[in-house]
């Protein structure tokens, strides 16, 4: 009777260890779920090395905007949005900056007007060829450009994008330790 008792313990304890990883494996590989993303910008596949236009610069993860030649509404949205979100980082502003890439022919009166936002670093470049003047981007601490959020003309959505941006940054400073 221990035996048969012995077998079929073994036969449970191997059923309740094994099972669930058979399980899983086969979920995985059939695909029985969704796979969700939990980031709010859109992933750019590949990523866009940066290391050219930011080198020099120590490693920070950075909310980045390119200054187009003619600054409207919905520049004004994103250089808002980039000052807002760094400030709403609060002890972990530190390890996050907010850029703006300038190119020669980028408007003046806008550049100027970044006074009014003293947390919003200016860096001057030549050519911003691989990024589009109507977006922001969260750039890593390796200098690559990972995520981007198309800013909208009207201000309420591009708060809304804002508080995107602001959860997005928040969870990659929260995961990395670098910056």
Do not use: H
Request: hydrophobic share 45%.
């Amino acid at each position: 009777m221990s035996n048969t008792t012995s077998k079929k313990t073994l036969i449970i304890m191997v059923a309740v260890f094994v099972l669930p990883v058979v399980l899983a494996k086969l979920a995985l590989e059939n695909d029985w779920f969704n796979k969700a993303s939990t980031n709010k910008g859109a992933l750019l596949e590949p990523t866009i090395n940066l290391t050219t236009l930011l080198e020099g610069s120590s490693p920070t993860w950075r909310l980045l905007y390119v200054m187009p030649a003619q600054c409207d509404s919905r520049c004004e949205n994103a250089l808002f949005s980039i000052n807002q979100v760094w400030l709403a980082l609060g002890k972990e502003s530190d390890r996050a900056q907010a850029l703006v890439l300038a190119t020669p022919t980028s408007d003046a009166n806008a550049l100027a007007s970044l006074v009014d936002y003293p947390n919003v670093a200016t860096l001057p470049v030549d050519d911003t060829a691989p990024l589009a003047s109507q977006s922001v981007y969260v750039v890593d601490t390796l200098n690559n450009a990972m995520l981007f959020y198309q800013i909208s003309d009207d201000k309420e959505e591009a708060v809304m994008e804002s508080r995107n941006m602001l959860a997005d940054i928040k969870k990659l400073l929260k995961l990395s330790r670098i910056g």
